[in-house]
């Protein structure tokens, strides 16, 4: 079988970092026991020319959410011999799934293998925000000592209106997270809670209006569907509270783009942080990099060291499981036998 995985660049930290499996040059550290089984394994970092080049021939590709090389309907139509699409990470929106669904393509991604990682990030993102960190820390570096201009837009997180829109494992870890904080969490989702669910994590349900008018911050950890494409237009944008935040982790599409540097450049949102970004890399010139009040980073936030190691035993499983004929692991999966299937992505797919 000819398996082609596409993945970031490492470079010279790569060799000095074996445990960056996520890369190209450590491969999820699969090279040896895919040749050692007499299968051809090719490792890209190029996601076009070079992609469009193997893809005729390949019957498993792996990509990955932190450097997504975009398999469109163009592409899944020139790649007749592919039987299946491993995301290693979590997200698979970079795949179009209902061609992929058309031509029985299965689509799995390692569900779980960084949510705990994200969780952490978006608590990080809150604080660096409401904490008004990244002025503080650039007055450091720039040698100023101006308590007043830093002061006057740094808050305590408590008792502050939290919703979170999507509560599926990341959704709720940062819940779990987030009570520390005694702040007032309230959230949306498809799946409404049951009530001890809801007791257990300390946050009550509200609808996404309510949730966008009441919210002093908001988390978006939801995938990336039709429905939450553009989901965060500049309606929703500007009927969230004077003076919010608005933190995402989830996909960079769910915003949209230029409405989001108005917000800010308007003072209506007082900042915005998140790793994701569309595309990805995000060109130099992206609006985002340059607009007020923000604290984004490069898309890693499900990529720490740990996650790797994570997902790319994910990745191995499944790829053992379907070279030996059995299924991959039900939770695993976003595409099987023609249909969507994942309960998070299927409400945006059914006909
Ligand atoms: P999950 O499937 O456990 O939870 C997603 C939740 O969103 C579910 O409860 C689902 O019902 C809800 N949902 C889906 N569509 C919705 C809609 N239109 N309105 C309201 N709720 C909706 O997924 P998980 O593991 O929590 O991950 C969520 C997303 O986070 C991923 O799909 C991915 O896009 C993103 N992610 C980002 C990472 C990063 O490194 N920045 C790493 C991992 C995931």
Redesign the pocket.
Known sequence: MKIVAVLYPGGEIAKKTPELLGCAENALGLTDFLRSQEHEFVVLTDKEAELDKHLPTTDILITT??WPAYVTKERISKASRLQIILTA?????HIDLAAAAARKITVA?I?????V??AE?VVMHILALVRNYIPAYKQVLDGRWDIAEIAAKAHDLEDKVVGI?????????VCERLKAFDVKMIY????RLSTVEEFALGARYAN?DQLVEQSDIITI?????P??DG?FNRDLLFRMKKGAYLIN???GRIIDTLSLVEALEKGHLAGYA???WFPQPAPKDHPWRRMPNHAMVP?????TLE?QRRYADGIKDCLLRFMNGRRIERDYLIVDNGNVV????S??FKT
Request: charged content about 15%.
């Open positions: 959410p932190f990470g979590i997200g698979s929106d991604e569900t779980g293998s960084n949510v990682s994200v990030q829109i999507g509560v599926g494992r990341i959704g709720q870890r949306y989702d498809y799946h996404l950890n939801t995938p990336l569907t429905e939450t989901m982790t989830a996909r998140g790793d994701v898309h890693y936030s499900g990529t996650a994942s309960p998070s992505y409400y945006a």
